[in-house]
C-alpha cells in the first residue's frame, strides 16, 4: 500500500489477555519502528528492526512486551497478560533506512495506530 | 541523557495571529529534528527535518530553524485547519525518534 498500515484500529481487551497488533510497513522500508503513545503523552520508543540485524530492545517496558518482522515486511507487537497501564494508542513507523545516516531516507512515516483498551 | 522539552503545552491563537512554538533538546550526536504534526485520532504526519544549526525549511505557513539548542515552528498567519498537535523529536545513533510532549495548537476563526 502508500503508507503504513496498522490493524486492528481499536482492541478492547480484558486484564490478564493476550494481544496481538500488527503493522505493515510502506514497501521497501527497511527499517520498522514501534512506539507508544499514552493519553495527552508524547510517544514513547520501544522497539526498532532494521534489516538482518538484531533489534534494539531498549524501549521494550517489560517481558510481557515481545514484537517480531518477518523479513522486511510485516511486523507483530505481543503484549502478554495485559495490565490497565497498557492501554494506550500503539503507533507503527517504517522508514527507507535506519538510524545512524543522515538525509531523507531516515524520515519516519506513521500508521493510524491501534488503539488499545485494557478493561 | 537525551531529552526534548516542547513549549508551550497549549496555544491558543486568532486566525492571523503569528506565532512560534519552542522545542528545546539535549542529545549526543544529533542525526537530525524532526517536526510532525498530528491530528486527533491519527498517526503523526511528518513535516520538516533538519540536521545543522542555521538551517531553515519552509512549508506553506509554517517555517522550521534549528540552533544547536533549539528548534523554533513559526506559523504565519495561522488558518483553524491548522489546529492540531505539533510534536518535535530528535534522532541520535540508534534510529529511533525522542519525542517531546507537544504542542497542541487551536486557531479560532
Known amino acids: 500500500g502508500a503508507g503504513v498500515s496498522q490493524s486492528p484500529s481499536n482492541k478492547v481487551t480484558e486484564k490478564g489477555k493476550d494481544v496481538e497488533l500488527r503493522c505493515d510497513p510502506i514497501s521497501g522500508h527497511t527499517a520498522l519502528y514501534w512506539y507508544r503513545q499514552r493519553l495527552g503523552q508524547g510517544l514513547e520508543f520501544l522497539i526498532y528492526f532494521q534489516g538482518n540485524s538484531a533489534p534494539d530492545k531498549s524501549g521494550l517496558p517489560s517481558d510481557r512486551f515481545s514484537a517480531e518482522r518477518t523479513g522486511e515486511s510485516v511486523s507483530t507487537l505481543t503484549i502478554q497478560r495485559t495490565q490497565q497501564e497498557d492501554s494506550a494508542v500503539y503507533l507503527c513507523a517504517s522508514s527507507s533506512i535506519g538510524g545512524g545516516t543522515s538525509g531523507s531516507r531516515n524520515i519516519q512515516y506513521f500508521g493510524a495506530g491501534t488503539r488499545l483498551s485494557v478493561l | 541523557e537525551d531529552q526534548v522539552t516542547q513549549s508551550p503545552e497549549a496555544l491558543r491563537l486568532q486566525e492571523g495571529e503569528s506565532s512560534s512554538l519552542n522545542c528545546s533538546y539535549t542529545?549526543?550526536?544529533?542525526?537530525?529534528l524532526f517536526w510532525y504534526r498530528q491530528d486527533p485520532g491519527k498517526g503523526p504526519e511528518f513535516l520538516f527535518t533538519l540536521y545543522s544549526a542555521g538551517e531553515e525549511k519552509e512549508k506553506e505557513r509554517l517555517k522550521a530553524t534549528l540552533t544547536k539548542k533549539e528548534s523554533f515552528l513559526h506559523i504565519t498567519a495561522p488558518k483553524p485547519e491548522d489546529s492540531a498537535t505539533y510534536l518535535c523529536?530528535?534522532?541520535?545513533?540508534?534510529?529511533?525518534?525522542?519525542f517531546g510532549q507537544g504542542t497542541t495548537l487551536q486557531v479560532k476563526p
Open positions: 542529545v549526543s550526536g544529533l542525526r537530525g
Open positions: 523529536a530528535v534522532q541520535a545513533w540508534a534510529g529511533k525518534l525522542i
